[in-house]
């Protein structure tokens, strides 16, 4: 079993920038592919960004330039770094780990980004 747990949401201003954490308990961390997904009001959740454990990363289009995915194995955690922030991020950001051996995938519980124009 693992347990995933985002931090790092809150308000900020349009341009600005926010650092979102995930970090991951109960099991190996390099086992896992991470990645991040948000879920805008009144939308479906969609895909913002991946890292597998050896570091290669893919982006939404809309995020592609602004935001960073990064992961520290030895502290089991994932990062989204967002710059230049749009009102259209506001949204629910969700951690997702999947374990590459069988696929099963662990979700968080969400922080919320709000973006103000």
């Known amino acids: 079993q693992v347990q995933v747990v985002e931090s790092g949401g809150g308000l900020v201003q349009a341009g600005g920038s926010l650092r979102l954490s995930c970090a991951a308990s109960?099991?190996?961390?390099?086992?896992?592919?991470m990645g991040w997904y948000r879920q805008p009001p009144g939308k479906q959740r969609e895909f913002v960004a991946r890292?597998?454990?050896?570091?290669?990363?893919n982006y939404a289009d809309s995020v592609k330039g602004r935001f960073t995915i990064t992961r520290d194995n030895a502290k089991n955690t994932v990062y989204l770094q967002m710059n230049s922030l749009k009102p259209e991020d506001t949204a629910v950001y969700y951690c997702?780990?999947?374990?590459?051996?069988?696929?099963?995938?662990?979700w968080g519980q969400g922080a919320q980004v709000t973006v103000s124009s």
């Open positions: 997702r780990a999947v374990e590459i051996s069988t696929n099963l995938e662990y």
């Open positions: 109960g099991s190996i961390f390099s086992r896992y592919t």
């Open positions: 890292i597998t454990s050896r570091g290669n990363t």
